[in-house]
């Protein structure tokens, strides 16, 4: 299952994104690249080393976190910080999985859950293009919106037709590993939220909630 989510960063969040960025020092994706993503990856991410980071950082990473949505849905328990990354004309990053492992030796995690946050969509082609067991899905969403997917899942950034698309992406490890437990608990947990307003009271609210509850627990890893 994939969920896109609407309205993550404010117009005016993404305005100062975007100039930040504007004239940022990219480089090489493939520089970034495991071995497999190395064959296909043909895109550009700000600079490692690029002082940018921090202050990017600060206005995305709160607004992804802390959203109602994206917490129902990942059970984050490590989250990377996010790769910035610019497709230009003709570029491309062809089918593959995501690393495992991710980070450096001393804070290590297990990708679970690939996360894109659209920064612009004034650009043609380009769409995230995601396998799934009902057929390949092709998302391309609103500057602002963020589509957040299991990291097992086979996927591609279809050519750049005309503009350039930026993007930021970012992996998480997730407190439920099995992506079909979390599947399950985010429709459970998107069911008790709505009897919790509308029958606050009643018996099944609390048991639903409980279950909800005793599942997060029966499942989490910490
Ligand atoms: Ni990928």
Redesign the pocket.
Known sequence: MLLAIKNVLTENQLQVIRKLLQNADFVDGKLSAGKE?KQVKNNLELAQQSPLHEQLNQMLMPSLLNHPEYQAFAFPLKVATPFYARYTQGMT?GF?V?DPIMGPMNGRYRSDI?TTVFLNDDYEGGELAIKTSFGVQHIRLNAGDAVVYPSTSW?QVEPIVSGERLVA?IWAQSMVKDPQKRELLYELGQARDVLIDDRPKSEETAHVSNVYANLVRRWSEL
């Open positions: 993503a990053y593959h995501d690939s996927h992406v």
